[in-house]
């Protein structure tokens, strides 16, 4: 067997642990697919029933975008718990231990995040389409919109990767998430940052989360709402560059903590 297919096999050994330990505990797989389900009502019929959008247009088909992208974000703080989980237990100690490609370990982990992030996007999608939101574009647009969610996961997911070997222990994932939570919010997911003050607002527009929400938006055909700056008007662009830049970061990063760890 090549290296390639050595590699390939127990990547996928890996994933089909996670796999198993889904179906061992499937109450905390339906919590994670409802957690953002409820956030998603919360604010659009809790909260979104005094919000304008700017132009006109339903709320709902403001706030759906921003919410997707939002899940997607978000998801870095599961990663983050399963790997300092697998830390504190040793599991990866004796991994590494065994003879099997050393990418095996960071490459399941990331096939079984995208899967558990390409689940919950078809959840919030199919929640979206009950509560009245719709996209006005055609299927390619829509799955362009997809493939620009599923991209900000991956790149988010190895920022997970990175802080969860640098963190080490559950009880550290609390601080990350002090970080970002913040940033999540920091954004035009729920409101346009033209409504908030003016630097702000330019923050705010800036943020790769923002890139994503407004290239996702026009892409559905639902109110893009762009604030006037260069950021706002080339969200398309910044919402492939923001992941990709973050990618470059973070994987080698991850991958050389890795590589280090019980040296």
Excluded: C
């Excluded at 991956?154 to 222990?169: D, K, N, P, S, T």
């Excluded at 990350?176 to 033209?194: C, D, M, R």
């Excluded at 989360?209 to 892409?219: C, I, K, Y």
């Amino acid at each position: 067997m090549t290296g390639v297919m050595w590699a390939v096999t127990d990547s996928w050994t890996m994933t089909r642990r996670g796999l198993a330990h889904w179906a061992r505990r499937p109450g905390q797989v339906v919590v994670g697919l409802v957690f953002p389900v409820m956030m998603l009502v919360m604010f659009a019929y809790f909260l979104g029933g005094g919000m304008a959008v700017p132009g006109g247009g339903d709320y709902k088909e403001y706030l759906l975008p921003g919410m997707f992208a939002l899940t997607m974000a978000f998801g870095l703080e599961s990663t983050m718990v399963a790997v300092t989980q697998d830390l504190g237990k040793g599991v990866i100690d004796r991994f590494r231990s065994m003879p099997m490609a050393s990418s095996a370990v960071l490459v399941g982990r990331s096939v079984l995040d995208m899967l558990q992030s390409a689940l919950s996007l078809l959840v919030m999608i199919g929640a979206g389409l009950a509560m009245g939101w719709r996209w006005h574009g055609g299927t390619g647009q829509a799955l362009g919109a997809v493939g620009l969610l599923l991209l900000l996961r991956f790149a988010m997911l190895w920022i997970g990767i990175y802080l969860g070997l640098v963190a080490g222990r559950p009880e550290m994932v609390q601080a990350a998430q002090i970080l970002v939570w913040p940033v999540g919010f920091l954004s035009n997911a729920f409101v346009w940052a033209g409504s908030m003050p003016g630097w702000l607002g330019a923050v705010a527009e800036w943020n790769p989360l923002s890139a994503t929400a407004g290239a996702v938006r026009e892409l559905f055909g639902n109110p893009p709402v762009t604030g006037g700056s260069w950021a706002s008007g080339h969200a398309g662009m910044l919402a492939v560059v923001w992941p990709v830049l973050l990618l470059a970061v973070f994987f080698p990063l991850a991958v050389r903590r890795y590589g280090r760890m019980g040296r």
